[in-house]
């Protein structure tokens, strides 16, 4: 790449803010900031490794899930979850970087994921209410990034977003059920929400004033909403089905305000937020050596996919 002079720059930054002012998609084509390519790099990467990781809470669940017609569901789920990765994956590389790069920044613990999915799942109810909170969240925060500025990374949500709300369905059907049936089906998924509820609220990320990166995302229109604004509509739209599926949430101080027409929610635990995201939450460990031995029993697939390559590379040149 030639290095630009200081007024072939300016220009070009001038440009592109032009385009992000009015609304326009960067492509991977376009000139961008580097600080721009970085942001994006770091955050479309940490939505892929939070899908492929995400695989693992409830990829346990498959062979225990009480019937077949659940088993199966499941199992398309978490199928729909690793495509998430190859999607977004797909996104970051047009950035310039290389996807076994990526890999190598989760594997050695540089690159992060959604902190969500440190969290045991304990019983088959937490697969119902991760289908509901947690999917339910990522809706919310991904319907908003389909609008993102980048244009690889809109597109890749749009699809992203239609196969999470058929999860959330899942899940709300699960503790649906599982709230009309027998008192040990109802005491188990309100265990389960009264555990998966904070997290999911602090899926969102830091609150906005503490949140470093947000303000710059937000100018560039990468972010459309802060965090503490998707963490108020996902509140506001999760009581009401909360009411309807007849479990309660954790929250004495969750109160509807008439002026502002917002659920409001007592304080989040913002000091466990930050443990889990240092590597110290209940199943970070477990978590990074299930993707490390995944990762190193699968090479053999990698170095016979690229032998493949090479020899039909070859024959490509020879005819």
């Not at 890999?103 to 690159?111: N, S």
Request: charged share 30%.
């Amino acid at each position: 790449m030639t290095e630009l002079t200081l007024e072939e720059s300016s220009e070009k930054r001038e440009l592109f803010e032009k385009q992000i002012q009015a609304g326009e998609k960067i492509e991977p084509k376009d000139w961008m900031p580097e600080r721009f390519r970085k942001q994006l790099i770091r955050m479309i990467s940490q939505h892929a490794h939070s899908e492929i990781v995400g695989m693992l809470p409830e990829g346990n669940w498959i062979t225990r899930a009480p019937n077949f017609r659940r088993k199966k569901t499941l199992l398309a789920k978490v199928q729909d979850e690793a495509g998430h990765g190859l999607y977004l994956y797909c996104a970051t590389e047009t950035l310039g970087i290389d996807r076994s790069e990526l890999v190598e920044q989760l594997l050695t613990g540089k690159a992060k994921y959604s902190s969500i999915f440190n969290y045991p799942t304990l019983s088959w109810a937490d697969i119902g209410v991760i289908g509901w909170l947690v999917d339910g969240a990522a809706i919310v925060n991904q319907t908003s990034l389909a609008k993102t500025s980048y244009g690889p990374y809109s597109r890749a949500m749009v699809r992203i977003c239609k196969e999470e709300n058929f999860h959330k369905k899942q899940g709300y059907e699960i503790v649906t059920g599982l709230a009309k049936g027998t008192p040990e089906q109802r005491d188990m998924v309100q265990d389960s929400v009264n555990r998966w509820w904070w997290p999911s609220l602090m899926m969102f990320g830091p609150s906005d004033k503490d949140s470093p990166n947000s303000k710059e995302l937000l100018a560039w229109g990468v972010k459309r909403r802060s965090n503490d604004e998707l963490r108020q509509r996902f509140v506001n739209l999760t009581v009401p089905q909360a009411k309807a599926a007849g479990v309660t949430l954790p929250d004495p101080e969750l109160r509807y305000n008439e002026e502002t027409q917002d659920w409001e929610f007592g304080p989040i635990n913002w000091e466990e937020f930050w443990q889990v995201v240092s590597g110290n939450g209940p199943c970070n460990r477990e978590r990074m050596k299930a993707r490390q031995d995944a990762h190193s029993s699968g090479a053999w697939v990698r170095e016979a996919a690229e032998a493949y390559a090479e020899k039909q590379q070859r024959k490509r040149a020879a005819a």
